[in-house]
T-cell receptor
Framework: GQNIDQPTEMTATEGAIVQINCTYQTSGFNGLFWYQQHAGEAPTFLSYNVLDGLEEKGRFSSFLSRSKGYSYLLLKELQMKDSASYLCAVSYGSNDYKLSFGAGTTVTVRA | SQTIHQWPATLVQPVGSPLSLECTVEGTSNPNLYWYRQAAGRGLQLLFYSVGIGQISSEVPQNLSASRPQDRQFILSSKKLLLSDSGFYLC?????????FGPGTRLTVT
């Protein structure tokens, strides 16, 4: 089975940096996704890590350590529109690419 | 370009009534298709996935069922809804590792 843990809530100030950690235990690991989900909407893709290391994409970066079962999403220069839930998801299985999601971290950005 | 549609967008149904949610994908062939449910304040839970027409795999036991009558059509059904079936239902498709989500259906069972 899959077990994915991430903090429930985080609060940060506009312009600051926030790091959302995710730990996982899974079999048949393919890679790790981060999705952003605004209230009442579908998740949208942020990043996908397969190999160890840091992937940078604009204000968002994602890190993966496969040996430690650990990932983080780094949000820089926070904006009010970044207030959302951030979902850590592990891809597992062959050919069918199933996703197992964490419960999500609600980030609130304050002025 | 590929698009994914779900309907209805919202639904209120009494306990014990049947359910049919539909998902269609355009602009791609032979996609993998997925049904997820998100209960209030919780993460997405994979319910069913399909790698081809008529091929359905269930991840969790429940009173829901899924069917794939056509390559790009995925249907989620129930004969009798329970209160615990309330939630946000999301359909997704993939051709490789990345999944693309539809707009979702918000189901309230009363």
């Amino acid at each position: 089975g899959q077990n994915i843990d991430q903090p429930t809530e985080m609060t940060a100030t506009e312009g600051a940096i926030v790091q959302i950690n995710c730990t996982y235990q899974t079999s048949g690991f393919n890679g790790l996704f981060w999705y952003q989900q605004h209230a009442g909407e579908a998740p949208t893709f942020l990043s996908y890590n397969v190999l160890d290391g840091l992937e940078e994409k604009g204000r968002f970066s994602s890190f993966l350590s496969r040996s430690k079962g650990y990932s983080y999403l780094l949000l820089k220069e926070l904006q009010m529109k970044d207030s959302a839930s951030y979902l850590c998801a592990v891809s597992y299985g062959s050919n069918d690419y199933k996703l197992s999601f964490g419960a999500g971290t609600t980030v609130t950005v304050r002025a | 370009s590929q698009t994914i549609h779900q309907w209805p967008a919202t639904l209120v149904q009494p306990v014990g009534s049947p359910l049919s949610l539909e998902c269609t994908v355009e602009g791609t062939s032979n996609p993998n298709l997925y049904w997820y449910r998100q209960a209030a304040g919780r993460g997405l839970q994979l319910l069913f996935y399909s790698v081809g027409i008529g091929q359905i795999s269930s991840e969790v036991p429940q009173n829901l069922s899924a069917s794939r009558p056509q390559d790009r059509q995925f249907i989620l059904s129930s004969k009798k809804l329970l209160l615990s079936d309330s939630g946000f239902y999301l359909c997704a498709w993939s051709s490789d590792y990345e999944q693309y989500f539809g707009p979702g259906t918000r189901l309230t069972v009363t």
